[in-house]
T-cell receptor
Framework: GQQLNQSPQSMFIQEGEDVSMNCTSS?????WLWYKQDPGEGPVLLIA?????ELTSNGRLTAQFGITRKDSFLNISASIPSDVGIYFC?????????????FGPGTRLSVLP | DGGITQSPKYLFRKEGQNVTLSCEQN?????MYWYRQDPGQGLRLIYY???????QKGDIAEGYSVSREKKESFPLTVTSAQKNPTAFYLC??????????????FGPGTRLTVL
């Protein structure tokens, strides 16, 4: 199946720094979702974006649905140690068979004290 | 509390045995999914079900089977035909309204180790 591209694959930052990661696709999606996964746990939904151009915040997190509907970015401001984890983006498209959620490979974030 | 439960959290089995992973949701979601995640990797879709008594193969269905007899339950059986069954298995569910606001939620996962 198709996959999304996420960049960077991994990043190491200092506590207090801002973080930016993005997700791109060759296909158009109706919805973009951002998840965070802690080791040994299931992904937890951070932000859902439903409209092209939409900019949504959740605390220190901000995400945008690209105007072309083929990309999205996630920013984390003033990173803290508990931000460590893997961040996945997902796109939702509707097909003749129903919903199709497509996931990126993830961005692994490490926060250095 | 509303959510998705998977049990057990850790599961050990001997090679050649079938094993069934449980997934239950009380979110009243129509659609349910099973994913496999290997260390350092993303999510790969095994099976999904949009409605009771119906399910479709995902990208890596070989060696797995599912059933959807009830809306809230979507068990996954890892059969002896699955060549590399050791992995982290994630169950998910979503609404299916078609209103472009559907979102997918995940359970806590089951780590299966085949010895």
């Amino acid at each position: 199946g198709q996959q999304l591209n996420q960049s960077p694959q991994s990043m190491f930052i200092q506590e207090g720094e801002d973080v930016s990661m993005n997700c791109t696709s060759s296909s158009i999606f109706n919805t973009w979702l951002w998840y965070k996964q802690d080791p040994g746990e299931g992904p937890v939904l951070l932000i859902a974006l439903y409209k092209a151009g939409e900019l949504t915040s959740n605390g220190r997190l901000t995400a945008q649905f690209g105007i072309t509907r083929k990309d999205s970015f996630l920013n984390i401001s003033a990173s803290i140690p508990s931000d460590v984890g893997i961040y996945f983006c997902a796109g939702l498209e509707y097909t003749n068979y129903g919903q199709n959620f497509v996931f990126g490979p993830g961005t692994r974030l490490s926060v250095l004290p | 509390d509303g959510g998705i439960t998977q049990s057990p959290k850790y599961l050990f089995r001997k090679e050649g045995q079938n094993v069934t992973l449980s997934c239950e949701q009380n979110l009243n979601h129509d659609a349910m999914y099973w994913y496999r995640q290997d260390p350092g990797q993303g999510l790969r879709l095994i099976y999904y079900s949009q409605i009771v008594n119906d399910f479709q193969k995902g990208d890596i269905a070989e060696g797995y089977s599912v059933s959807r007899e009830k809306k809230e339950s979507f068990p996954l059986t890892v059969t002896s035909a699955q060549k590399n069954p050791t992995a982290f298995y994630l169950c998910a569910s979503s609404e299916w309204t078609g209103a472009l606001t559907d979102t997918q939620y995940f359970g806590p996962g089951t780590r299966l180790t085949v010895l």
